[in-house]
């Protein structure tokens, strides 16, 4: 009766460390989540500045997996590098040994439950009753989250202790290393936290049913079995991801294997050099030095592991016209924005390239063409262009509908709001010229004076627009863009004026609804242009085409 109380407490215990681990993960997240994607961008550009942030950012957030998430999202984003990834993600492993140095220092040396309430306390009262600001409130998450972990310590200590006493630690010396290297292995793989793994390791040690040696070979297996997370997390991703977690588990596995076979050296090492006599202390010192040693073996090769990876997984590239977004998980919000933006500007060029193509670039059909056939005439390759536009729409149309799914904070609402019409209106410009190719067939294809100084002007005047437009996407004003808004309101009615006025005096072989028709939707699809402008840079242009009655 009394070893199945102490099972259930020490089950219970796994369990409520876990559900910390998840509670401490989430709160920070949402409490400093962005400045740590603005610290893993703005510094990851070599590789040993990786190794550095991922370190610092793991020991803070606790969570390996959080950091390779928002690598996986940086990487498919094309934000950082393979390799610049592949430090990071050494950086996390070594920053993951913190929560071990936190419990051996803490968790053995005082009264953990009597550490805990003050936590648990505290947090649950924040979070129920103060949380209309979510800063509280995701404090509050973290408070809990944080005493959660040392009640869950408390209660595998107490258990581990219960079962010490009825333990002879003769029977298991006669164990092999290898069987305890195995046992790592399973049992993180089987709950997914290596953290986890290592303090039931310092509880079994602390009470002394293992010695260090044995100790030792489990915490190895605990370093490989973690890499399991983000394995099982891999299955059925990209390509990217499966890199990274091949990448992840060669690093574990090699540095784990290679330290196994020297842990009797190891922990002389440390006893005689480090002069650590405490085994808690000595274990978390192994651990640390375990996953430095993964680093300085690795990092003079990331480049060659970088070129390496690069041709794995060749066919689990991801589908699709996007560039980016693609690669980037919606799980990691902040980041996916970030993507989609950058292929916002992509669909931007790629749609003012099918303009210019559309109005200066496209092939006639020949002089001897009927007439008929000149009308319904639409170049194929113009066509495979506005369809690989409206198929790159319905990819960022779906993946701003994920990011919704999200919990996103109110100025990335907004954002992705602005960047979700920035498409819509590039499409609907793309449209607008789609729809008068075979009008401009007919005015190229007229031998009337006005006819053909209307389409020359209008060329000259779209062309205009689109170096405008050009210019005003890679430095953005907005009494440029106003200013432009005012022009095209004016030339539009000047362009009609002056159409109306020749045609008192002028015969045309083009209906002159058609001639109209072409220069108002010319104007639509530009203004439509200059929205997508305003809606990327973030502004309301509600205000500025009140009283542009265009399209």
Known sequence: MVGSFDFWKFLAGIGLFLWGMHQLEHALRELVGRSFRDLLQRFTNRPWKGIVVGTVITAILQS?????????AFLGGGMISLSHSLGVVLGANLGTT?????????????????????????????YLF????????????????????????????VAIEAVAQQIDLSDYLGFGLGVF?????????????????IVIVLSAINAQVIDIQHAMAMV?????????????????????KKRLALANFIFKFVAGILTFFFIEEMVSMAFHTFKVEDPLMELVLLNTLINVFGIVIFYPFLGLMERWLRGKFMLDEPQGFSTYIKNVSTEVPSVGIMALEKEVASLFNRTLKFVKKLILKHHLPGRNTSVWKKIIYQPKDLLADYDRLKSLEDEL?????????????????????????????????????????????????????????????????????????????????????????????????????ELYHKLRQQKTDVSISTLSNVIKQSFSGVKHLC?????????????????????
Do not use: C
């Open 220 to 240: 190895i297996g605990a370093n490989i079995g973690t890499t399991f997370t983000l394995v099982l997390g891999a299955l059925g991703g990209t390509a990217d």
């Open 130 to 157: 103060v949380n209309s600001r979510p800063l509280l409130r995701n404090t509050g998450a973290f408070l809990v989250g944080f005493g959660l972990l040392f009640l869950g310590l408390d209660f595998m200590k």
């Open 64 to 72: 390996s997996s959080l950091v390779t998430l928002m690598v996986l």
């Open 397 to 497: 149309t779906g993946y701003g509908i994920g990011l919704q799914e999200q919990n996103l904070s109110s100025e990335e609402a907004v954002q992705l709001t602005h960047l979700m019409h920035a498409t819509r209106e590039l499409v609907y410009g793309a449209k607008d010229f789609k729809d008068i190719v075979h009008n401009i067939q007919q005015m190229e294809g007229s031998q009337e004076l006005l006819v053909m100084e209307l389409h020359q002007s209008l060329k000259d005047k779209m062309h205009g627009y689109a170096q405008q437009l050009h210019e005003l996407s890679e430095e953005y004003s907005e009494q440029e863009l106003l200013s432009l808004y005012r022009q095209l309101e004016e030339d539009h009615e000047a362009m009609i004026a």
């Open 181 to 197: 290297l195995i046992l790592g292995i399973l049992v993180t793989g089987l709950i997914q936290s290596s953290s986890a793994t």
């Open 98 to 126: 913190f929560t071990a140095w936190i419990v051996a220092t803490l968790g053995f040396k005082v009264s953990v439950a009597d550490f805990a309430f003050p936590f648990l306390a505290i947090g649950t009262l924040t």
């Open 531 to 551: 929205n997508a402008i305003d809606n990327r840079k973030g502004m309301s242009s509600a205000a500025v085409n009140e009283n542009i009655p265009l399209g």
